[in-house]
């Protein structure tokens, strides 16, 4: 069975990137199904409204909660996740993506102005578990491109999508660290070398030098993950580095 994904959003064509590249071949292999819906489809009067002025007041509008629970009640299978992109959420990672990967699909909620009212997110929570989530430390218009980079990261992760295993298995983050460097042809290249270690066609040292350049890239620009790493991950070689 397909991995589905189901997003709400007022811009529908905005998700067309779904349907490209990765994603695109993806689906034509019948490895994910895609769904977009227009909140639109789910409001109750003649200008389709989707917003409303915030109680107590303050810039902005919000969300209202009926159309919504409407969508939600139709387009979400029961059980499946619900995922609500906001700046207010918890950090989307990596590791997100591969526990999100393991289950049967997702459905998003994309909100636009201030955000959707809390009560949708609460109400939601009885038909299944349900993810405020931030994809960064920075303030994005609406939720659909929060969408777009999720569901990449997640489903580059399915079996079958990324056709060589290893490559997903050795990237940044897959082990908690930054991937070092990567060359390709000619070796030298505007009086540029490729490291020598690489051409040596020493399988042992080759891996030595990746992961000290994986922890050293690391050290110096996110010193932050290589502090969260368990101890008993770094073996002597690495204290070395
Ligand atoms: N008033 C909200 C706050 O300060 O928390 C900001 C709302 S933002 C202008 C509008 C929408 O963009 C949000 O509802 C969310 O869907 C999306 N969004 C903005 N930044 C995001 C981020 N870093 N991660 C995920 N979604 C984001």
Redesign the pocket.
């Known amino acids: 069975r397909p991995f589905r994904v189901d997003v709400v959003t007022i811009f529908p064509e905005y998700l067309a990137p779904l349907r490209q590249s990765l994603l695109g071949k993806a689906a034509e292999r019948g490895l994910v199904a895609i769904g977009v819906h227009d909140l639109r489809n789910w409001t109750d009067d003649v200008h389709r409204t989707v917003d409303d002025a915030p109680y107590g007041g303050g810039p902005g509008m919000v969300m209202r909660p009926e159309p919504w629970a409407r969508a939600l009640e139709e387009v979400r299978p029961p059980g499946t996740r619900l995922v609500v992109?906001?700046?207010?959420?918890r950090p989307f990672t990596q590791a997100t993506a591969a526990e999100w990967a393991g289950e049967p699909g997702l459905v998003f909620a994309?909100?636009?102005?201030?955000?959707?009212d809390q009560r949708v997110a609460e109400w939601a929570a009885a038909a299944g578990p349900v993810s405020e989530v931030?994809?960064?430390d920075?303030?994005?218009?609406?939720?659909e491109s929060?969408v777009l980079v999720m569901v990449e990261a997640v489903t580059r992760l399915l079996p079958g999508v990324v056709g060589n295993r290893e490559s997903v298995e050795f990237d940044s983050h897959a082990d908690g660290l930054l991937e070092g460097p990567s060359y390709t042809r000619p070796a030298s290249w505007r009086d540029r070398e490729v490291p020598p270690v690489l051409l040596s066609g020493d399988h042992a040292a080759i891996a030595r030098w990746r992961r000290a350049e994986s922890l050293r890239r690391t050290a110096e620009r996110r010193p932050d993950l290589l502090a969260a790493l368990p101890e008993e991950t770094l073996t002597g070689a690495d204290r070395a580095v």
């Not at 992109?85 to 959420?89: F, H, L």
């Not at 920075?138 to 939720?143: Q, T």
Request: with cysteine; hydrophobic share 30%; aromatic share 10%.
């Open positions: 992109p906001t700046p207010a959420g994309c909100g636009r102005y201030e955000g959707i931030s994809i960064g920075y303030v994005l218009a609406g939720g929060a």
